[in-house]
């Protein structure tokens, strides 16, 4: 069975703080690693979508890093805006479906 | 951008009324999926469809059904409503080509009283 665990559960930042957020995942076969951002009350927004152990993806503050057992989500000199719970969920080899973590809370204070 | 359109934010219904709630997505995407998301529990899969017509039980299906009569619509049916599935609903879609991420709708709060 798939499982997707991600680390901390919530995580207190700093502005300015850089950190790292955790993915853990089991699949046999992965045909995607996803990572999303949801802010309360809204749906989860795409950020990156990983393929292969090494692969690496951008945007403004995030880095999303892939390894054969796991993703970071790395955050550089984080602002408020950047608070929300960001989802990880991968995608087995057949179907669609995916498995999602149960996220990591991010807050940063000014 | 992909659109996906969920008929109403915020719904308040009535322990045993039927209940329906609607999604559209504008991009042509063969795979849909309805979600329900609570605290501690994370999103958890209700029913999909990789095309209309078609439906899959997904890991809670029970109470629930599905319609797929056009691609662009996917509708969740709440076929008695009770207060245990007070909760936020999430519509997703997807293309069916390998490794297509899934693009989110906003969600409708469901209340049942």
């Known amino acids: 069975e798939d499982q997707v665990t991600q680390s901390p559960e919530a995580l207190r930042l700093q502005e300015g703080e850089s950190s790292s957020l955790n993915c853990s995942y089991t699949?046999?076969?992965?045909?995607?690693l996803f990572w999303y951002r949801q802010d309360p009350g809204k749906g989860p927004e795409f950020l990156f979508t990983?393929?292969?152990a090494g692969e690496e993806k951008e945007k403004e503050r995030l880095k999303a890093t892939l390894t054969k057992k796991e993703s970071f989500l790395h955050i550089t000199a984080p602002k408020p805006e950047d608070s929300a719970t960001y989802l990880c969920?991968?995608?087995?080899?057949?179907?669609?479906?995916?498995?999602f973590g149960e996220g990591t809370q991010l807050t940063v204070n000014p | 951008d992909v659109k996906v359109t969920q008929s109403s934010r915020y719904l308040v219904k009535r322990t045993g009324e039927k209940v329906f709630l609607e999604c559209v997505q504008d991009?042509?995407?063969?795979?849909m999926f309805w979600y329900r998301q609570d605290p501690g529990l994370g999103l958890r899969l209700i029913y999909f469809?990789?095309?209309?017509?078609?439906?899959e039980k997904g890991d809670i299906p029970e109470g629930y059904s599905v319609s797929r009569e056009k691609k662009e619509r996917f509708s969740l049916i709440l076929e008695s409503a009770s207060t245990n599935q007070t909760s936020m609903y999430l519509c997703?879609?997807?293309?069916?080509?390998?490794?297509?991420?899934?693009?989110f709708g906003d969600g409708t709060r469901l209340s049942i009283l």
């Open positions: 997703a879609s997807s293309q069916s080509r390998g490794g297509q991420p899934q693009h």
């Open positions: 699949v046999s076969g992965l045909r995607g």
């Open positions: 990983l393929y292969s």
């Open positions: 969920a991968v995608r087995p080899p057949s179907g669609s479906r995916l498995t």
């Open positions: 991009m042509d995407h063969e795979n």
């Open positions: 469809s990789y095309d209309v017509k078609m439906k």
